[in-house]
T-cell receptor
Framework: AQKITQTQPGMFVQEKEAVTLDCTYD???????LFWYKQPSSGEMIFLIY??????QNATEGRYSLNFQKARKSANLVISASQLGDSAMYFC?????????????FGAGTILRVKS | NAGVTQTPKFQVLKTGQSMTLQCAQD?????MYWYRQDPGMGLRLIYY???????DKGEVPNGYNVSRLNKREFSLRLESAAPSQTSVYFC???????????????FGDGTRLSIL
């Protein structure tokens, strides 16, 4: 079974600084995908970024980038120039192959608080 | 564009009562999912439907049943509610059968369910 580990229950970062949220995964599959989602206090789940196991380069989406280290099985999310609106829960998730199709396995999440 | 719509948003039940949570998507997605979110545990998959006519168990299916009514709608039923089922329930959908490799799941706003 695949597993996602997010070791930081909570993080603080100063506004305008960069922050890294850790995610390690465990899989024996060669082909897999990793997703990051943001959940603000309002509760909705917002897709941020995706990294495929065969992607040559680290994924980037605006201020979000993914530090993908395949040999170490880590897929850390880097948020540059933090903003107050980045305060939220962040989930790392991995695509897992089910009997009839793909599904996601989520980590427990990291709460990020941005200080002004 | 409504995306994924869940009803109701809030519900309080007594132990032993039954209830159906409704989910509909208007993005012509093939795959739909039901998750529950509990504090400190991230999102856990209850059931999913990779395409019309198929459903499969996820990580925590006990006490739940699902129906893929048509391509748009995927309902979750609690036959005899228990306090352990108090949680926030999310429905999600993705585009291709099982979700293509880089296609994110799109989430509804959640249903907050309390069982007394």
């Amino acid at each position: 079974a695949q597993k996602i580990t997010q070791t930081q229950p909570g993080m603080f970062v100063q506004e305008k600084e960069a922050v890294t949220l850790d995610c390690t995964y465990d899989t024996s599959d060669q082909s897999y995908g990793l997703f990051w989602y943001k959940q603000p206090s309002s509760g909705e789940m917002i897709f941020l970024i995706y990294q495929g196991s065969y992607d040559e380069q680290n994924a980037t989406e605006g201020r979000y980038s993914l530090n993908f280290q395949k040999a170490r099985k880590s897929a850390n999310l880097v948020i540059s120039a933090s903003q107050l609106g980045d305060s939220a829960m962040y989930f790392c998730a991995m695509r897992e192959v089910g009997r009839y199709g793909n599904k996601l396995v989520f980590g427990a999440g990291t709460i990020l608080r941005v200080k002004s | 564009n409504a995306g994924v719509t869940q009803t109701p948003k809030f519900q309080v039940l007594k132990t032993g009562q039954s209830m159906t949570l409704q989910c509909a998507q208007d993005m012509n997605h093939n795959s739909m999912y039901w998750y529950r979110q509990d504090p400190g545990m991230g999102l856990r998959l209850i059931y999913y439907s990779a395409s019309e006519g198929t459903t499969d168990k996820g990580e925590v299916p006990n006490g739940y049943n699902v129906s893929r009514l048509n391509k748009r709608e995927f309902s979750l039923r609690l036959e005899s509610a228990a306090p352990s089922q108090t949680s926030v329930y999310f429905c999600a959908s993705s585009e291709l059968p099982g979700g293509a490799s880089n296609q994110p799941q799109h989430f509804g706003d959640g249903t907050r369910l309390s069982i007394l």
